[in-house]
């Protein structure tokens, strides 16, 4: 498997420098409008506009066809990013940033391992090692040290 190039690097290296600004932009949005649930739609609502936009832009209208092979599956990646912006807008403010998104690291590399341990959705197969567990260890450490401080 060839290696990511700098600029893939770079753009996850970015999205993930935003996530935190997302957060507290959400988080603050939450407390003008008085609702955690209305702040993740709006932010919602920009971003489905923001996407329109481009797909129009781009003209990559998904195919009729296409859609009609969707399984329910499919729809639950805005699920789960709806609950994420929600979650967001409401536990970023009150943990912080630093723990909100050690916590957040927290549960995406136990994901991952378990996605790559066994295959799971589309990912090639990848056993979990005890490097590997360390590595997600060091972080949980992270995160208790950090709170001390």
Known sequence: ??????WLIALALLAGALLPLQASIN???AKSVDSVLAAAM??????TLTLLSLVLWTRELPA?????????WHWLGGVMGALFIATAAYAAPRTG????????LAGQMSMAMLLDHFGWAGYRESPVS???LAG???VV???????RG
């Open 136 to 138: 997600l260890g060091l």
């Open 130 to 132: 005890p490097a590997k």
């Open 1 to 6: 498997m060839p290696s990511p190039t700098g």
């Open 64 to 72: 009729i066809e296409g859609m009609r092979q969707l399984h329910w």
């Open 27 to 29: 988080g603050q949005l």
């Open 97 to 104: 940033a630093l723990v909100f998104m050690l916590v957040v």
């Open 141 to 147: 450490a992270g995160i208790a040290l950090i709170q």
């Open 42 to 47: 709006i932010s919602f609502v920009v971003g």
